[in-house]
């Protein structure tokens, strides 16, 4: 649908789009496309997209794989979804916040995620299903916030706790940027396409998730001071003790988070005693 098109079906409904629940619709057809493209489709495939909207994506998505299961939190959203996608037999439309969503509800072990999310669902919505260690998906397809997406996929010396949490689950990349202007109503602020593919990576698996974040949020806890005091104030360490365990792993204590790689993490995690 394009804007015009978008702007009738919702006065048809009474309705209009809803700055509470960040509902930005897309509208360039190209972008659209990128999307497709990019998720790599099977007809085997099994999608759970969240946040359709008013089904542009969710449309294109079901004519390529086995089955989309949409997950909307607006009641009305879903009733227009559900008129729309009456006689589509392969779309399933779920009335949820996504965050109250449980995955095992959802009826398949594997599954793809593909989503233009409101930007304040992004880190909560990414954490969520990376974090599940019993289920999660062969990759994600998200259009987040142009800033955000960057913010994940920073490398050193610019690092940020986000990018660590994510990293350590997975590989991102940015695809493409988007335009403000692919949307109706435009937001603010630029979008990009990205992509996170989960890291299936035994050695991942040895390491204790608890502690490597305990470690991570003290590093970062004050960005602009040197790890040897973070690391001594937020992990209760003597300063003595906290220099020399950088320094075996490499690390100069005089650094900041924002220069360690995903591997000095690692490290110092296994070497904590």
Do not use: H
Not at 71 to 87: A, G, H, S, T
Not at 114 to 129: E, G
Not at 201 to 227: E, Y
């Amino acid at each position: 649908m394009n804007q015009k098109e978008i702007k009738n079906l919702l006065k048809k409904y009474e309705i209009s789009p809803s700055k509470r629940l960040g509902q930005n619709f897309l509208v360039n057809e190209g972008v659209l496309r990128k999307i497709i493209e990019t998720a790599n489709l099977k007809k085997e495939d099994v999608i759970l997209e969240v946040g359709p909207g008013i089904g542009n994506l969710t449309l294109e998505l079901a004519k390529r794989v086995k089955k989309v299961i949409a997950v909307e939190k607006d009641p009305k959203m879903v009733e227009i979804l559900n008129e729309i996608f009456k006689k589509q037999e392969n779309i399933k439309i779920v009335q949820k916040d996504i965050l109250r969503f449980r995955i095992s509800d959802l009826g398949f072990r594997i599954f793809k995620v593909v989503a233009n999310i409101p930007y304040y669902l992004t880190s909560s919505l990414i954490r969520k299903f990376l974090e599940n260690t019993e289920v999660r998906p062969l990759e994600m397809i998200l259009m987040v916030q142009k800033e955000v997406a960057q913010r994940i996929c920073a490398k050193p010396p610019e690092m940020t706790i986000l990018a660590v949490s994510v990293q350590f689950y997975s590989k991102p990349k940015i695809i493409s940027y988007v335009s403000k202007k692919s949307f109706w109503p435009s937001p603010k602020v630029d979008s990009a396409i990205l992509r996170i593919a989960p890291l299936i990576n035994a050695d991942r698996r040895l390491i204790n998730a608890d502690l490597f974040f305990k470690i991570v949020k003290a590093g970062f806890s004050q960005p602009r001071k040197q790890l040897v005091n973070n690391l001594s104030k937020g992990l209760k360490m003597e300063k003595e003790k906290i220099k020399n365990w950088l320094l075996k792993n490499g690390i100069k204590p005089e650094q900041r988070a924002e220069t360690l790689k995903i591997e000095d993490w690692l490290n110092l995690t296994k070497s904590l005693k």
